[in-house]
C-alpha cells in the first residue's frame, strides 16, 4: 500500500533484523535505523521502473537531516554519500568517510526515520596507480565505519588501468556492499564516453566475477556550478546502457546541479538510471542561497551569489562566509571549500535558523524525488526484497557470461589498443 509506514510494522522490524550489514550491526547494535546495501536501492528503483534514487552529497549536517526527512516523507529510498574530495583524507567538508554513517544513523533514531538508506563512498579516485597501493589499506577502513556503498573512481586512467585498478581493488570491498564503477572521466563538455569503452570495462569485469551495481558516464554534464545550458546528453547515455543490457548494470548520474527537471524526468524514462548525484544545489540551498527550479545558484548583475533574507543562515554568517571566502581568493566554484571552516560555527547557530536551513533542503528534495525522479514510495519495495532475500545480501543482479581467459592483464592492455574513445583532458571534476 503506497504510503505504508513501517517503524511499527512486522515488516519494518524483521527488515531491520536481517536486513542491516555486518558492519551496521557491529557499530549500531541498538539501533532502528534501517541502513543497508546500496545494492537493495538500485533494486527498488529498477522494481518500480522509471525511477531514481536521490544520492544526496551530505556535505554538511543540514543536508543530511534535511534529505533524511523529505525521504522519510515521499516513503523513498534514498542515498547518503560523501565524495572523497569532499570526504577523504583531504577533505573540504567536515563531514567525511569515517563520520557519514554515524551521523545518518543517529539522525534516522532522532527522527523516527523507517526508510532504507545506504551509505555510500563516492569518487574514491584512483588518479595514478602508486594510489592502488594505499587504497587497499584506506578502504576497508570505511567500511569498518559503516560505507555500505563504493564508487571505484579510476576513470581519469587510460581504458586498461582503470578495468585493472578496478579488478586489483575488488576483494577490498565486501561482497554485500553496493558498487558504482566509472569510465571517461566525469569531466563536462568534452570527452564523453563512448559504448565501446563501457562495454570494455564492464565486460572485463565480468570476466573477474564483478558485478556492477552502476556505471557512471561522463555523458555530458559538469560538477558544481553548471555553466552550460548542454548539459546531460540523454541520447547517448541511453545509448551506452542499452549497449550494457545483458550485463544488467544500472547507471549512476553525476553532476544533476544545472540540468532543469525535464532533462532529468528524461534521463529516468529513457535510461537505465537509478541514482543520481546532487551535491552543489544542496549546499546552496542550505545556506539560503537564491537558486532556479532545479539548484543551480543564480547571480546578481556583479556575479555575485545573492542571498535570499530570512533563508538559510543568517545575514551575518553569510557576510562572514563571502568574507571569508574573499580573503582565501575562492571563486565561485570554490565556495564549496566553506564547508570545512564553518560546519561548527554553523551548528553554533540558533535552533532556529538550523531548523530553517534543514526545511528548505527538505522542500527542495522531496520535490525532487517525488515530482522528478519518481522515487516515492520505493521504500517499501526495497524493504519487501530484503524479506524476500532473508540477508543483508541482496545478491548481484548479473553473472559471468565472459570467459576469463580472453580478459588476463594482457590481453586486457591489448584490447585496450583497439577501443574507440573520447578525448581526455587533464581536468578533475571529483564531486
Same mark, same amino acid.
Given at each position: 500500500?503506497?504510503?505504508?509506514?513501517?517503524?511499527?510494522?512486522?515488516?519494518? #522490524?524483521?527488515?531491520?533484523?536481517?536486513?542491516?550489514?555486518?558492519?551496521?550491526?557491529?557499530?549500531?547494535?541498538?539501533?532502528?535505523?534501517?541502513?543497508?546495501?546500496?545494492?537493495?536501492?538500485?533494486?527498488?528503483?529498477?522494481?518500480?521502473?522509471? &525511477?531514481?534514487?536521490?544520492?544526496?552529497?551530505?556535505?554538511?549536517?543540514?543536508?543530511?537531516?534535511?534529505?533524511?526527512?523529505?525521504?522519510?516523507?515521499?516513503? %523513498?529510498?534514498?542515498?547518503?554519500?560523501?565524495?572523497?574530495?569532499?570526504?577523504?583524507?583531504?577533505?573540504?567538508?567536515?563531514?567525511?568517510?569515517?563520520?557519514?554513517?554515524?551521523?545518518?544513523?543517529?539522525?534516522?533514531?532522532? +527522527?523516527?526515520?523507517?526508510?532504507?538508506?545506504?551509505?555510500?563512498?563516492?569518487?574514491?579516485?584512483?588518479?595514478?596507480?602508486?594510489?592502488?597501493?594505499?587504497?587497499?589499506?584506506?578502504?576497508?577502513?570505511?567500511?569498518?565505519?559503516?560505507?555500505?556503498?563504493?564508487?571505484?573512481?579510476?576513470?581519469?586512467?587510460?581504458?586498461?588501468?582503470?578495468?585493472?585498478?578496478?579488478?586489483?581493488?575488488?576483494? *577490498?570491498?565486501?561482497?554485500?556492499?553496493?558498487?558504482?564503477?566509472?569510465?571517461?572521466?566525469?569531466?563536462?563538455?568534452?570527452?564523453?564516453?563512448?559504448?565501446?569503452?563501457?562495454?570494455?570495462?564492464?565486460?572485463?569485469?565480468?570476466?573477474?566475477?564483478?558485478?556492477?551495481?552502476?556505471?557512471?558516464?561522463?555523458?555530458?554534464?559538469?560538477?558544481?556550478?553548471? =555553466?552550460?545550458?548542454?548539459?546531460?546528453?540523454?541520447?547517448?547515455?541511453?545509448?551506452?546502457?542499452?549497449?550494457?543490457?545483458?550485463?544488467?548494470?544500472?547507471?549512476? #548520474?553525476?553532476?544533476?546541479?544545472?540540468?532543469?527537471?525535464?532533462?532529468?524526468?528524461?534521463?529516468?524514462?529513457? &535510461?537505465?538510471?537509478?541514482?543520481?548525484?546532487? %551535491?552543489?544545489?544542496?549546499? +546552496?540551498?542550505?545556506?539560503?542561497?537564491?537558486?532556479?527550479?532545479?539548484?543551480?545558484?543564480?547571480?546578481?548583475?556583479?556575479?555575485?551569489?545573492?542571498?535570499? =533574507?530570512?533563508?538559510?543562515?543568517?545575514?551575518?554568517?553569510?557576510?562572514?562566509?563571502?568574507?571569508?571566502?574573499?580573503?582565501?581568493?575562492?571563486?565561485?566554484?570554490?565556495?564549496?571549500?566553506?564547508?570545512?571552516? *564553518?560546519?561548527?560555527?554553523?551548528?553554533?547557530?540558533?535552533?532556529?535558523?538550523? =531548523?530553517?536551513?534543514?526545511?528548505?533542503?527538505?522542500?527542495?528534495?522531496?520535490?525532487? +524525488?517525488?515530482?522528478?525522479?519518481?522515487?516515492?514510495?520505493? %521504500?517499501?519495495?526495497?524493504?519487501?526484497?530484503?524479506?524476500?532475500?532473508?540477508?543483508?545480501?541482496?545478491?548481484?543482479?548479473?553473472?559471468?557470461? =565472459?570467459?576469463?581467459?580472453?580478459?588476463?592483464?594482457? +590481453?586486457?592492455?591489448?584490447?585496450?589498443?583497439?577501443?574507440?574513445?573520447?578525448?581526455?583532458?587533464?581536468?578533475?571534476?571529483?564531486?
Amino acid at each position: 500500500m503506497p504510503g505504508k509506514t513501517f517503524s511499527t510494522s512486522a515488516d519494518f #522490524q524483521k527488515a531491520l533484523e536481517i536486513g542491516r550489514p555486518p558492519n551496521i550491526t557491529r557499530l549500531f547494535p541498538h539501533s532502528r535505523a534501517l541502513i543497508v546495501s546500496g545494492k537493495y536501492i538500485d533494486k527498488a528503483m529498477l522494481a518500480k521502473g522509471n &525511477t531514481i534514487a536521490m544520492a544526496a552529497n551530505g556535505r554538511n549536517y543540514f543536508i543530511i537531516r534535511g534529505v533524511l526527512k523529505a525521504a522519510q516523507r515521499a516513503n %523513498a529510498a534514498v542515498i547518503i554519500e560523501i565524495a572523497r574530495s569532499e570526504g577523504g583524507a583531504n577533505a573540504y567538508c567536515a563531514v567525511n568517510f569515517w563520520n557519514l554513517a554515524r551521523q545518518v544513523d543517529s539522525l534516522c533514531n532522532e +527522527m523516527s526515520i523507517t526508510i532504507p538508506v545506504a551509505i555510500h563512498a563516492d569518487h574514491y579516485g584512483i588518479k595514478e596507480e602508486g594510489e592502488i597501493e594505499p587504497a587497499k589499506i584506506e578502504i576497508p577502513t570505511l567500511f569498518e565505519a559503516g560505507i555500505t556503498s563504493i564508487a571505484i573512481d579510476a576513470s581519469h586512467l587510460p581504458d586498461d588501468k582503470n578495468l585493472l585498478a578496478n579488478i586489483e581493488l575488488n576483494p *577490498f570491498i565486501p561482497k554485500w556492499a553496493g558498487l558504482e564503477t566509472e569510465v571517461g572521466e566525469i569531466k563536462g563538455k568534452v570527452g564523453l564516453s563512448t559504448p565501446e569503452e563501457a562495454l570494455f570495462l564492464i565486460q572485463g569485469l565480468n570476466a573477474h566475477d564483478i558485478f556492477p551495481d552502476w556505471i557512471a558516464l561522463n555523458n555530458g554534464t559538469t560538477h558544481g556550478i553548471e =555553466e552550460s545550458d548542454k548539459g546531460i546528453q540523454v541520447n547517448l547515455t541511453a545509448e551506452i546502457h542499452a549497449a550494457l543490457t545483458k550485463y544488467q548494470v544500472s547507471g549512476a #548520474q553525476h553532476g544533476t546541479s544545472g540540468n532543469n527537471s525535464d532533462r532529468l524526468r528524461e534521463i529516468a524514462t529513457k &535510461t537505465r538510471t537509478t541514482k543520481a548525484n546532487v %551535491a552543489t544545489a544542496l549546499q +546552496m540551498i542550505s545556506w539560503g542561497l537564491e537558486v532556479n527550479d532545479y539548484g543551480n545558484a543564480i547571480f546578481d548583475p556583479d556575479g555575485n551569489f545573492i542571498k535570499v =533574507e530570512g533563508e538559510g543562515v543568517t545575514e551575518k554568517m553569510w557576510k562572514e562566509m563571502t568574507e571569508y571566502a574573499k580573503s582565501k581568493g575562492l571563486k565561485k566554484g570554490d565556495y564549496k571549500k566553506l564547508n570545512l571552516p *564553518f560546519e561548527n560555527k554553523l551548528l553554533g547557530q540558533p535552533k532556529e535558523i538550523k =531548523e530553517r536551513m534543514a526545511q528548505r533542503v527538505e522542500k527542495f528534495a522531496y520535490n525532487l +524525488m517525488v515530482n522528478v525522479f519518481n522515487s516515492k514510495d520505493t %521504500a517499501q519495495l526495497a524493504i519487501e526484497m530484503i524479506l524476500k532475500a532473508g540477508s543483508y545480501d541482496a545478491g548481484s543482479k548479473a553473472t559471468r557470461i =565472459e570467459n576469463p581467459d580472453e580478459w588476463t592483464n594482457e +590481453m586486457i592492455i591489448q584490447k585496450a589498443t583497439s577501443l574507440k574513445t573520447g578525448t581526455r583532458t587533464g581536468a578533475h571534476y571529483d564531486d
